[in-house]
């Protein structure tokens, strides 16, 4: 699947559901409304989209949400396609989870092909972590990273770099994932669906961190990449890697090689735009895969150069209605 500016499309991202066990303030409202089952694709759909795209040239699959590891009997689906890695098609499947999880899942996860997964944590805070999530309680987390790291996964940490919340433990974050193993990435604040704040206090430049970073930590340029937007460094004194993604500041869509997929089964092209496809019409119409080819050929024709965000102080409004739990992270 080559896009309309040369980029190859080889990177799939599905939100297996728009459920999670928490309600991160920057992320949801407290108040979700969920979508209704019947218009969730089942674990049988989920399955053969991803097959679909497997055969047009998808390489690496990101299991998202929501939180994917609370949708019931998600095991089976992960099992399911981690028996396809190696196979000549996929070559890495994974999943973003907060963590809350994890210690019951991470050996089976191990088992089933999975080797890295990124996992949600903005602090260490216990009481901080409670008011993030708004009820979320952090010790089961850390057993789940604890867990991870037993199993053999390699983790990878997201935090969003929230001004005035979590600005001053990026040294703790950064020592704590030296202690263990993990990689961490700093993620800048997207302006996707309405919460109840206001983003215009929560955003936080990360050149301004990483400035500050650089005061205490020797920050080396690395050219490593794992297929995402993120910008890595390699850090001296631990000896991980350091990654920024800045949406904000910096435009990360010319290497941009990813879609979206809901679980309703909409493909976005791209998270910072409203156009989307409808795969769950194709895929429900018929047993055989043709429509289905069909429509995400024709969706991947129309993916756009890139997003346009910005954080309007006068509206204050998102720049994208969809919150980031329907698209997946
Ligand atoms: N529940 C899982 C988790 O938290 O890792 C997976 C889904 S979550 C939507 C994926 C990622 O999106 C998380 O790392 C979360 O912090 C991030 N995220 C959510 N809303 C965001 C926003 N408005 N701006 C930037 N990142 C956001
Ligand atoms: Fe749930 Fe992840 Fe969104 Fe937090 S960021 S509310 S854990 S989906």
């Known amino acids: ?13 599905v939100s ?19 979508l209704p ?13 991803c097959n679909a795209f497997i055969r ?3 390489r690496k699959l ?13 095991m089976s689906l992960i099992r399911n396609l981690g028996a396809q890695i190696g ?46 999530t708004r009820w979320g309680d952090i010790a089961k987390v850390m057993d789940g990273l604890m867990a991870a790291k037993a199993a053999g996964l390699k ?36 302006p996707l669906g309405d919460i109840d704040g206001d983003r215009t206090d929560q955003y936080l430049p990360l050149s301004q961190v990483r400035a500050q970073l650089e005061q205490r930590w020797t920050l080396r340029e690395s050219s490593h990449r794992t297929g995402g937007p993120a910008r890595y460094v390699e850090v001296a004194e631990t000896g991980q890697r350091l990654g920024f993604i800045t949406p904000m500041t910096h435009n ?43 429509a995400v050929l024709d969706a991947i024709a129309r993916k756009p150069k890139g997003h346009d965000f910005v954080i309007d102080r006068t509206l204050n409004k998102p720049a994208v209605a969809r919150h980031m739990s329907v698209t997946g992270g």
């Not at 297996?16 to 969920?34: K, S």
Request: aromatic share 6%; proline share 2%; glycine share 6%.
């Open 56 to 58: 047009l040239g998808v």
């Open 155 to 190: 983790v990878k940490l997201n935090t969003v770099a929230l001004k005035g919340v979590n600005e001053d433990e990026y040294d703790r974050l950064l020592e704590f994932c030296g202690e263990h193993g993990f990689d961490l990435t700093l993620i800048e604040t997207m």
């Open 62 to 74: 990101r299991l998202t949400g929501g939180e994917p590891l609370v949708r019931r009997n998600i």
């Open 252 to 294: 990360f869509c010319e290497s941009c090689n990813r879609v979206r997929v809901t679980c309703t089964g909409t493909l976005y092209m791209c998270l910072g735009q409203e156009d989307a496809a409808d795969l769950r019409a194709p895929l429900r119409a018929s047993e055989s895969d043709e429509l289905i080819t069909q």
């Open 87 to 132: 196979k000549g098609g996929l070559e890495e499947l994974t999943l973003t989870t907060n963590g809350t999880q994890l210690a019951k899942y991470a050996d089976e996860l191990f088992a089933a092909g999975v080797r890295r997964i990124n996992v949600s944590l903005d602090t260490l805070d216990p009481a901080k972590f409670k008011s993030i």
């Open 37 to 49: 089952k019947a218009d969730i694709l089942s674990l049988e759909e989920l399955e053969r989209l």
């Open 16 to 34: 297996v559901t728009d459920r999670c066990d928490l309600r991160c303030v920057y992320c949801m409202a407290e108040d979700m409304t969920f």
């Open 1 to 13: 699947m080559i896009d309309p500016f040369g980029r190859s499309v080889t990177y799939l991202r």
